[in-house]
């Protein structure tokens, strides 16, 4: 590092520190003498006043009763709004986002209207969908729902690399550090610089202009947003050593001050793999926030992310065993990094100077940064953080100097309300809302005696004030706000999508193991040569890495959705791989796809010949109607309908083959494409939920619902063949790749192109998630298995 680039470096942090030491000042002299205490108790007062929760005689006239727990999002909703609430909610909850997230003031006729329209439109968007089923998490927390708003704001391409870069980042996340975690946090900055974005813009923004300028949101958000998990959690985390911290703080300074990643050298160790991903992640998202940048702001940008870089080195730095750190060290530090975080989405998003935005923001941050660190105090603590919170509890009794971090905060709230935001009521209201309802919940948290406990000693010395506070945190209603519903209910959704996943993979890797064991055919003794012959290439067909989709998705339908016998469905298990592998036989052929490879191997005409390949898979036809017929455990008339059912299928799939083999050589349309694929591949996916279906003899409304689902899965599933075919890895893959290119033989990709096709993929995809709505079942494995369908890599 040159001695100018240091020079600049250490202006830059000096002129922001002068600048937090001076607000620092404000706030120590304010908890000194106690000054915040008079007006806070005041506006507490005032704010109280029709906060306590009562009931009234419209609460026992209306439906719903008790409130609902937040978990249970869509009665929740409905629980406000039957109770005349929801309005209140939505308008605190905006004015909350405003105010901390864009830096707005309450007070402006602007500002109030556009959270009025905002308030309004949430209201219209939460009350829809009322036949959705209970259990389901917002629809905007889907892929599908993301999607659906994608194609509405005509992001559908930044959208779909975002869901790829997600998936990548979280598959790297190494152990010792929360994937989960990683991908909320990641979420929250994307969704905050679209929200900055989308206030930048007004009703007459042209929408292929609005379609622009969300698209760039969405990927500068992710390229900022990748730094959290990446740099702070990273280095937060003893994934790396020591020496290996140090290494990279250096290359991230470097970055900041020479405008220019660093190359990553040698890096040795068993975390190189990690490092070089890191490396090359990094750099793709500095140079795409490089590119949006004028000079001026990618100047702002690097002097403040260095600021907020080098006052999170200095916070992690710190040892919870050192006992003298000064007040100075404990808070001038978060003062900086709470507010420059915000300011540096400004400029990564190129916005002009707002110095309303940069006053409010520089104050605000401190507010949320010691709400957050009272939140995860023991969280803090088990791992030795120092925050002003672990360290006043951990030497406040030998340390009288320490300011008390609870008196911090409500000093910095007095502060705000009143130098800040000139006493504005709405504000204050905002704010104390904000700040019961965190409490509440630390409350509701850690159960009353440790609350209490934890009161006693950081409002020591505060007895009336405190008492004002509690009688608030106990009586006070209509306090909770959609950012934390949202976040709860991410949380929730994340962490049940990873235990739904565990099962799946659980699920697919026993019931495939099942099948396996169920699939090679015996020898009869005394059987012929050539019979003998034949059985042993058909075995050697079943054998391979074969997914078994087919079987294992009749196998999760009947045993767990339907409660049939799993040896009583063992025969229809056996008949469906033995009718697919018979059509791999028939595509594989010399006379249609020509195929080398097939599941890793060689293709059964290369390792006999042509002949005996069509006699075996003639065979193995013949076994699959063969197990249909041996299906002893159900009634008869449900059988007779299965083995019709499955003939008809039979001849569809062969009149599939017949089309794409007619359709060799030529340009189709993406409606021919998609009957092709439907009786190709829909067809076989259908079966495989129907014939489960037939047998428990469940209504025709279901079976149609199973077979609207199977089209557009089996849409969806070709499509991702097909963009895997041209770009995989036949190695990975398991057989040839480009070969439909190479014969010039339609494919989806060829009709649409690429990027249009994956948007094609994803249209099936949530056609697919919305047909499975109205089923009766648990659907999540049928939902996980259409992310795996589009997801894959091979």
Known sequence: MTNTLQINADTWYRQAEQKASSYYSSLYAQVSDKRYIDSLTTDIKQWGKGRSRSQSWFSFLTRGGS????????????WLSEHGKLDNYLERSVSYIYMRDLGKALDTPATQARIRHIVTDLKRKLNRSPEASEKDHPEFMSLSGVYRWAQKEGVETAIIWLIHKLKTVSAAI?????????????????????????EEMDDAVLSAERS?????????GYSYGLTYPFIDDLLDSNVLKQEEKDRYSAMIRETLLHGAVPELREWTGSNFELMRFVHAELREAFEYMKKYQRPDTLETFCEQSYVFFHSQHLDRIKQLSNTSYSNEELYLPIILKSSSSRMIVRSVISAGTDEGFDQHTFYYGIYNQLADDFADLFDDLEEGAVTPYTYYLTYHRERKDLINPFEM???VISHLIHAVYRSDAKTRDVILDRAINGLKRCKLRLGADQYNELMGIFASGLSDFNLLIQQMVQKADDVDFLDKLLR????????NDRREKEQFSETLRTVQQQINELLQIPTPVGSPPMKASLIDAANYSLDGSGKRLRPVLAWVMGVKEYGLSPSGIAPLLRSLEYMHTASLIFDDLPSQDNAS???????????HNSATAELTGLYLIQKAFGEQASLESFEPKAVLALMRYSSQIAAD????QAMDLEARGKALTLEEMNTICYYKTGMAFEASLVMPAILAQVKEAEIEALKKFAYHAG?????????????????????PVRQDVDNNNSTFVTILGQEEAAKAMWEHYCMATEALKPLPRDTAFLQHLLDYMVSRDR
């Open 715 to 735: 849409i969806a599933f070709q499509i991702k063949d097909d963009l895997l075919d041209s770009t995989g890895d036949s190695e990975l893959l398991g057989k």
């Open 488 to 495: 709860d209910q991410m949380v929730h959704a994340l962490r």
């Open 409 to 411: 905060y409500w000093a």
């Open 212 to 220: 622009r300028r969300l698209d760039e949101a969405i990927r500068l």
């Open 597 to 607: 490879t097939r599941r890793g191997r060689p293709t059964l005409h290369q390792v």
């Open 653 to 656: 799939m062969c009149a599939g």
């Open 174 to 198: 190494p152990d010792g550090m929360s994937a989960e975690h990683a991908v909320r946090k990641l979420i929250k900055i994307i969704v905050g610089v679209i929200l900055h974005v989308m």
């Open 67 to 78: 409130r609902p727990d937040t978990l249970q999002y869509r009665k929740y909703i409905r």
